[in-house]
């Protein structure tokens, strides 16, 4: 039997943390900070563009790219346009994510100008429908920076018909096994994480440090705690320095 208070769109979580704290602190990586209402606005823009581009609630999309607070974003941004999240983890080999990325099907891709060969060969093969988006300001591509592609989009929160049952991500397991497969997860079950996340796990106000792969739990841990209003410092990769 499905839990009642489950059963709603992840997204209106979200909606409500950013209303909540709206003025506080989200993400923050290398100099870049951005607030709660800055991740709004600009996942906003990402998903009501990537809706204006016919970009549908089903459609799966990727972000292919080290941590960084703007990958978290276009992820977000995703998710918000009633998109299937597909985390690509850069850290993997380039074949094993064009594998990846062919196999769970990708009508949209959002990537770090570094990897681009490799979502190009996606293009290639017959993916990514709704185009290939360059999240840093690499002009030298052929495809469209992030900030240029959505600048002209509404800011205001995307309007899409989710319910708990439609999927929000379709994470893989790792292959210890036998070949990689796919787990599909719902809105539904990230609210009952968000709940685990804000009951037991963490403190309002808290930071935590994200160093290992966003596509992975901790992208995970980051949107489900989300409503809590914790601060997330963002490193492209463990740097014992840092640390």
């Not at 506080?24 to 906003?44: A, G, H, P, T, W």
């Not at 409503?227 to 840092?242: C, H, N, S």
Request: proline content about 4%; glycine content about 8%.
């Amino acid at each position: 039997m499905t839990n009642p208070q489950f059963d709603k769109p992840f997204t209106t979580i979200i909606d409500e943390a950013f209303r909540n704290h709206a003025d506080k602190q989200c993400l923050k990586f290398q100099e870049e900070i951005y607030s709660y209402r800055d991740v709004d606005q600009l996942s906003s823009r990402i998903a009501n563009q990537l809706i204006a581009d016919g970009f549908e609630k089903g459609m799966h999309g990727a972000v292919y790219s080290l941590n960084s607070a703007i990958a978290f974003i276009a992820a977000l941004g995703i998710v918000r346009a009633g998109g299937v999240w597909i985390p690509v983890n850069a850290r993997n080999s380039t074949v094993d994510n064009i594998a990846i990325l062919l196999k769970l099907g990708c009508d949209v891709l959002l990537f770090q100008s570094a990897y681009f060969e490799a979502s190009s060969a996606v293009k290639q093969q017959g993916e990514c429908s709704k185009g290939l988006i360059c999240l840093d300001e690499n002009t030298g591509l052929d495809c469209p920076s992030m900030s240029s592609w959505c600048a002209g989009a509404s800011a205001g929160t995307p309007s899409v018909d989710i319910v708990g049952s439609d999927l929000i991500s379709i994470p893989q397991t790792g292959g210890t096994t036998g070949e990689s497969k796919g787990v599909m997860l719902s809105h539904r079950n990230f609210c009952a994480i968000s709940r685990l996340m804000t009951t037991e796990t963490f403190k309002p106000d808290g930071v935590m440090m994200c160093a290992a792969p966003m596509t992975h739990v901790g992208g995970r841990l980051v949107l489900t705690s989300m409503a809590l209003g914790l601060r997330y410092v963002i490193l492209e990769k463990v740097d014992p320095q840092i640390i």
